[in-house]
């Protein structure tokens, strides 16, 4: 009877409580849509730092990642290369020479890395075959092809089938360089990305280097993410002098945007949960405080603090708790549509591609965030419920009377 | 055997500020099955009498006992649990809770006893049908006149199967024959079950309805008479 009390209670006061429901159905709407974008942006990021930058895995001498030198090649890299490449668990794999140094335009010169890489292998793991804008990918059928970006093609004032300078130091410190073409513009949305690397063929890097068979770098994409700890540890494992590193130990920012969607949470979740104590106590206290003389009257005929506490309490978790099921589903519904259509960030794509962050949004969310919201709501309205009580059955059963 | 027996009870309302002595050394008893009306001008004292003799207020000095216990020590919590099993009580006006019907206002008391659904169930009808209200058991008290509403508090008070029945001046909002009819329940209570009423009026007519009168004048008792 206490909860058909506390039931028809929350309606006796329809436009009052009305109000809080409402405010609660909005608020978890907003926060389900909300954490769901957040979700999908950010991993939408961290697969396009997968995709173009890290991949899943990635092997270096341990000396090479303190320092980038030219000199810390990865012993029997190509011997490692062609065993991994034949691992059941490898999606795609790529064995690259790497360094730092310079590229130089009629117009102008910057610091670049400079990635050697073999084109057919390179494609299946960066796709940046999909990603070429002018020309074609590498396919070393001509000596020093360069691909660059369309941002570092601008910067240089560079062209199709120009040519440009690179300057770097070979394997035994002496500078050398070479002229190379371009064959093919890309323009992969992430703009550090794009003005810092540029890609040629491993071959001609390695002829120039003084180094047939030089490797820095294998790069390696799982069909599984799910299978990542597994083979990480087992080539760990097999070569405990090289340093195996995954994504998130490469980029650490990509570690940190992982983490971010828990912060956000976190963050959305606080704001939203105070806004809603202060509501749900201010209605309930107003709700106690009109009750006055029907609360004293039930002290006084003998219901004791801890019924009058509980039936408080439970008013206000009803309260509190009868929007949230359907702001879920509301939720629910807008993220089910915006994961099919996608959301278009149309007038902020320039501002977001610079970030590396993709234009149109495709919204999921996992179910676990239904329950935490849920769950979330369930402690507000608790700690809602805690100072209307206790005003409750601060209550003198003799003054509330004397009132009548 | 007195079951409410009160001994030099006295109650000084703001006794550091402007004290104020509503009772000044009152002794009554009051035995099984009286029907015992409290009257007197306003402010001689009757309600907070009642409230003291009820628990719902404690006296500054005397000692209280119902049904042969010293309720004056009991805390707060225990003092609602002596209420609801030994005390009925009808107010003056809001008795019932707005969003119950009259039976599940009157289940509501057995509720707090912890009587099973079936037997209180059983129990709030006959009560209510006693008090001729049969056929509005599912009216909110919102739909019910002022003395149907007063009824319904009868009903709940001996719903509780208490020792006896306070009542501050119950017919106070009523019209003259609600008050009659109210009166005529009580006393009908008061004779077949042998109810004990205890109830503070200024209605002459309810008065004359009393067996035993008891006349507070500024806080004590001017004059105590048994009418046959
Ligand atoms: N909470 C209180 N604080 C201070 N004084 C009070 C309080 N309650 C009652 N009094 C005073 O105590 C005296 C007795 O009041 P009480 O209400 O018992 O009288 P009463 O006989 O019931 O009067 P009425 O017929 O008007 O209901 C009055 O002088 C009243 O003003
Ligand atoms: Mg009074």
Redesign the interface.
Known sequence: MLFQIAWRNIWRSKLRSMIVIGSVLLGVWALTFLMSFNRSLINGYIDDAIRYQTSHIQIHLPEFVEDREVAFLLPDGEKLFESLKEEETTAAISLRTSLSGMIKSPRAAQGITITGVMPSYEKEITRLDEKILEGTFLDGSKRNQIMVSQKLAEKLKLKLRKKVQLQFQDVNGEFTGATFRVVGIYKTGNTVFDLSNILVNRKDLNRLLGKKDASHEIALLLKDKQQLDVVKQKITADHPNLLIEDYKEISPDVKLYEQQIGVSLAIFGTIFMLALIFGIINTMLMAVLERNREIGMLMAVGMNKLRVFGMIVMETLLLGMIGAPIGLFLGFLTVSYFGEHGINLGAFAEGAERFGIQTVIKTDLDTNVYLIIMFGVLITALIASIYPSFKAIKLKPVEAIRKI | MAIIEINNIEKTYNPSKVPVHALRGVDLQIKKGEFTAIVGPSGSGK?TLL?II?G??SPTTGQIIINGQDISKLS??NM??F???NIG?V?????L????TAL?NV???M???KKDKKARQERAKELLTAVGLADKLDKRPSELSGGQQQRVAVA??LA?KPAFILADEPTANLDSTSTAGLLDMMAKMNEEEGMTFVFSTHDQRVIDRARRVVTLVDGKIESDIYNG
């Open positions: 309600t409230n009820g719902l207020d707060d919590n609602i649990d209420r609801k099993e009580f107010f003056q006006a809001y008795n809770i707005p969003v119950l599940e289940e509501f008391i509720v707090l006893q709940r008070a509780s």
